[in-house]
């Protein structure tokens, strides 16, 4: 299967004004994600998908293939749905999303997402790490809870699986999941994920990713042992970005 890797970037951030273009080891954030994405050679092909020049210029000067999309997506789902539909990506069949902020996602997360769609298994696909109790209590990490075949069963900021009663806690150690934000998607499961309302499920838990599982659309999740390193967020995210950057190279190895 003909497989497209999208990144989605916008300028739009509040909480790191320009953030696409922060830099990270000299080199503009969404470069630096584009780079990660081409060496990992999941996809056949990367593009950033954006609404804005600037974003395009810097891209393009770096080498990446760039899509441009309409400003008023609400999410970068939707703006990866535009690219399926342009023209020149009509032969793809499948999409994977990593988001424009992940220099250093791991490539276990990317492919296992990219190879549950790609092997027939679920028509949607995503990652999650195993993790120890200690993310339960945070609302910044979401969670994520699967059946024995791996099909997503509910994400949630809340601490789930919730332990009752104080019930033996190694049942729950080894279920304990850390949601990791990539997803592939076949043609048609993008379209009908897009095409969908709001549900009140993402409404409250702000995630987007509970629209398609509340409509009944299967979504498989790879289990890989790495946590996730983060995307950059903040001011503080960029500085640990850029120490991390700078301990790697030193090393003499990507991230």
Same mark, same amino acid.
Request: aromatic share 6%; no cysteine.
């Given at each position: 299967?003909?497989?497209? &890797?999208?990144?989605?970037?916008?300028?739009?951030?509040?909480? /790191? =004004?320009?953030?696409?273009?922060?830099?990270?080891?000299?080199?503009?954030?969404?470069?630096?994600?584009?780079?990660?994405?081409?060496?990992?050679?999941?996809?056949?092909?990367?593009?950033?998908?954006? *609404? #804005?020049?600037?974003?395009?210029?810097?891209?393009?000067?770096?080498?990446?293939?760039?899509?441009?999309?309409? =400003?008023?997506?609400?999410?970068?789902?939707?703006?990866? %749905?535009?690219?399926?539909?342009?023209?020149?990506?009509?032969?793809?069949?499948? @999409?994977?999303?990593?988001?424009? *902020?992940?220099? @250093?996602?791991?490539? #276990?997360?990317?492919?296992?997402?990219?190879?549950?769609?790609?092997?027939?298994? @679920?028509?949607?696909?995503?990652?999650?790490?195993?993790? !120890?109790?200690?993310?339960? !209590?945070?609302?910044?990490?979401?969670?994520?809870?699967?059946?024995?075949?791996?099909?997503?069963?509910? @994400?949630?900021?809340?601490?789930?699986?919730?332990?009752?009663?104080?019930?033996?806690?190694?049942?729950?150690?080894?279920?304990?999941?850390?949601?990791?934000?990539?997803?592939?998607?076949?043609?048609?499961?993008?379209? %009908?994920?897009?095409?969908? =309302?709001?549900?009140?499920?993402?409404?409250?838990?702000?995630?987007?990713? /509970?629209?398609?599982? %509340?409509?009944?659309?299967?979504?498989?999740?790879?289990?890989?042992?790495?946590? =996730?390193?983060?995307?950059? *967020?903040?001011?503080? *995210? /960029?500085?640990?970005?850029?120490?991390?950057?700078?301990?790697?190279? %030193?090393? !003499?190895?990507? &991230?």
């Amino acid at each position: 299967m003909k497989t497209l &890797a999208v990144i989605p970037a916008r300028l739009g951030a509040s909480r /790191l =004004p320009r953030k696409p273009l922060r830099l990270v080891g000299g080199v503009p954030l969404v470069v630096r994600v584009w780079e990660r994405v081409a060496d990992l050679a999941v996809a056949n092909d990367v593009v950033v998908a954006t *609404d #804005s020049d600037e974003i395009a210029t810097a891209v393009r000067r770096a080498g990446g293939a760039v899509a441009l999309t309409d =400003p008023s997506h609400p999410s970068g789902t939707d703006r990866i %749905a535009e690219v399926a539909r342009q023209g020149q990506y009509a032969s793809y069949d499948v @999409f994977v999303n990593v988001q424009g *902020d992940e220099p @250093f996602i791991s490539e #276990s997360a990317v492919r296992g997402a990219a190879e549950i769609v790609m092997s027939g298994q @679920f028509p949607l696909g995503t990652a999650a790490a195993l993790a !120890g109790e200690e993310i339960l !209590g945070l609302p910044d990490v979401v969670k994520v809870v699967t059946a024995d075949n791996g099909r997503a069963l509910y @994400f949630s900021r809340a601490p789930i699986p919730w332990l009752r009663d104080h019930g033996d806690a190694s049942l729950r150690t080894a279920l304990i999941r850390q949601h990791i934000g990539v997803y592939a998607y076949t043609r048609d499961a993008l379209a %009908a994920w897009v095409a969908l =309302p709001q549900h009140p499920l993402e409404r409250i838990e702000r995630l987007e990713q /509970l629209r398609p599982l %509340a409509a009944g659309l299967a979504m498989g999740v790879a289990t890989v042992s790495e946590l =996730p390193a983060g995307g950059v *967020d903040t001011e503080e *995210d /960029l500085a640990r970005a850029n120490a991390r950057w700078v301990e790697l190279s %030193a090393l !003499g190895r990507d &991230a």
